[in-house]
């Protein structure tokens, strides 16, 4: 077996994220400007020493490209094509909220427009110093000029003018000039302002929040070495291969090492960078962060601080400082100041303390619960196995541990204690679940079906290999039923997938992840190369990759596809087909899937916690989608005042349809929403609404109304 096979990296990644630099940009600000802004553009207004390349950057730079060309799983034409996509992706990466560049700029730089292939045939990496420079050049002056506006004591922020703002770099041009470019600055800096003061930030101490900020972020941009320059450029090129190819600096190789280890003394989570602002992307099972509750993916990171030190302001830095800032020893506090990715207003902030520890994937194990469920006049119980990720304790498994922990094992004991209980169906709960362990994803697909095969994987020279396999009688037989995400990914895809292929297990939730590759990271001349060499197929032929797995039964989808996913991803790999594996399926459940549909549909309606779910969803998207900022200061406080009363009409809604009592206003809801033992936060609705569905499967399935769990002692979980 190839080392690439053999050594299955999937995405579960600790605190220090991959690190990344991508945007080098500044924040939503405040209001601004002289006539001297303009002139601050000019890149001779304030003359900075040029970042130079290393001479042996030429070696290294044909080492990587020659890597790409002929290891990675995606072969591509070096041609002009390349070299057009090689521009427009280093010219996002530099400036991805298109702050800085004027068109005059970006029409110098295409003189590279169909050169930089052969350019990089050449290992010539000097046009990526050049547009860097320019960039860094731009961005020094234009921060300098906010500042000095923001210590001119005698200018006042107009917050009363009608005007607005589109922050969204893809939704805008480049400057035209650079009295453009200095009327958009006016806007952002208000921007910023009016965030602030919606805060509770007083007008002085607003001001210096921003001069901080500025002045960091000239900071950030003057440590810049040809290293970073260097790295920047490469990952621009390595991106154009797909999402996970990334070039590691000797400098950030120690990061990256951190990451597969997952025991790293932070919080838990996986990051990047979001044009100026570090956002969580995934919250990893069993860390603080998960333990804590309340950060969430999509949330984004503005302010870091220490106990009770004061919080730093985390805008434009760099991934890798935001991350040495989180971490720190075990026991220690770290406190975070977040925009909420969802269910808040866009103009609202929260601290969370988040007590930091070590990040290991077992520490959070698979867990059961009873869910009492009545019906017609019957009372149902159904079994629900909330699987975290796919972990397995190798220290243990190596030292010969008989009690070292995996999810399998886990899950085995629970389904001998759901079988004393005697439970009618069980629901396996893989929301969430970013993946882990392949061994394990076979391992436990293995419980629930009897021997074939699991997964395919196909690697960079076409060979596809199948040895991945079931090998032992089902332990459960029984109904059973998936619960999957946007949030589910890899491993959890693999094993999702096999059961619906196998027609074991209806799955219900919405379309997942979407990560269906593998990743090798090997050592270079210096540093380290992480890339692409193989892909993941079910058994039915289907890639997991990009499509994910899709839900026999959909629900609303907590998070925005176009945001979070492999989809969402520029240059993902795309979803294909290969010949399907010879397996034991059946097709007796999809014959239901309509009618349980139908059930499905006639309850989300007349269900109170249901429907406020789905009207929540449907609120957050009206908002997101409107592209463009009011700059006035009332009127933003009266979207915030509205948002609150959109919420309160949901939630009143909802408790007269559980006849409860209606809040009175907004103050009450607030101040007893916290500590309501009828709050929907404490309900799942999603949970309740599968264990619906699983009921009338039972129903409907003749051969599925007994709890078929066979003598467990009969098969050993590994």
Known sequence: MPRAIAVILFAIISVSSLFVITGFSSEPATTASTSSSAEALSITETPIVPIERKPEYTALYREIFDRLATRHYRGQKIDDELSQRYLAQFLDNLDPVKGYFLQTDIDEFMQWDTRLDDLAKRGDVEPGYTMFNRLRDRAINQLNANIALLQDKDHEFDLTADETIILDGDKREWFSSAEEAETFWQKRIKDAMIRLLLNDKEADKARELLIKRYQN????????????????????????????????????????????????????????????????????????????????????????????????????????????????????????????????????????????????????????????????????????????????????????????????????????????????????DLRNNGGGSLHEATSLTDLFIDSGPVVQIKDSNQRVFRNQRATMPAVYTGPLLIMINRLSASASEIFAGALQDYGRALIVGSQSFGKGTVQDVTGLSSGQLKLTVSKFYRVSGDSTQHRGVLPDIEFPSAYDAEEVGESHQDNALPWDRIHAVPHKATTELQQYVSPLISRHKERSVTDPDYAHMLGQLKLNDDWAADDSLSLNIEKRRARTKQWDLELLSLENIRRVGKDLEPYADVTIWKEKSEVDEDNIAESDPMLQEAGHILIDQIGLAPNSKKNQLVQLNNKKAS
Do not use: C
């Open 217 to 428: 972020q000239i900071k950030q941009f003057t440590q810049r070495d040809s290293q970073d320059v260097f790295q920047l450029y490469v990952n621009a090129l390595a991106s154009l291969y797909d999402p996970h190819t990334s070039y590691f600096s000797p400098r950030t190789t120690e990061n990256f090492q951190i990451n597969m280890s997952l025991s790293l003394e932070g919080i838990g989570a996986e990051l990047r960078t979001e044009d100026e602002y570090t956002k969580i992307v995934r919250v990893i099972p069993g860390g603080p962060a998960d333990l804590q509750g309340i950060l969430q993916a999509e949330d984004k990171i503005i302010g870091v601080a220490q106990d009770q030190d004061e919080m730093v302001d985390v805008v434009g830095w760099r991934i890798d400082e935001v991350v040495a800032l989180i971490r720190g020893a075990k026991d220690s506090i770290v406190r975070l100041q977040i925009i909420p990715g969802k269910g808040e207003s866009a103009d609202s902030t929260a601290i969370i303390a988040i007590t930091r520890d070590k990040v290991k994937l077992e520490e959070k194990s698979a867990q059961s619960k009873i869910l009492d469920i009545q019906k017609e006049g019957k009372s149902y119980k159904l079994g629900v196995i909330d699987i975290p990720a796919f972990y397995m304790d190798f220290e243990a498994y190596r030292a010969r541990d008989p009690d070292f922990k995996s999810t399998t094992r886990d899950v085995f004991k629970l389904l001998q204690e759901l079988r004393e209980q005697k439970v009618d169906g069980i629901v396996l």
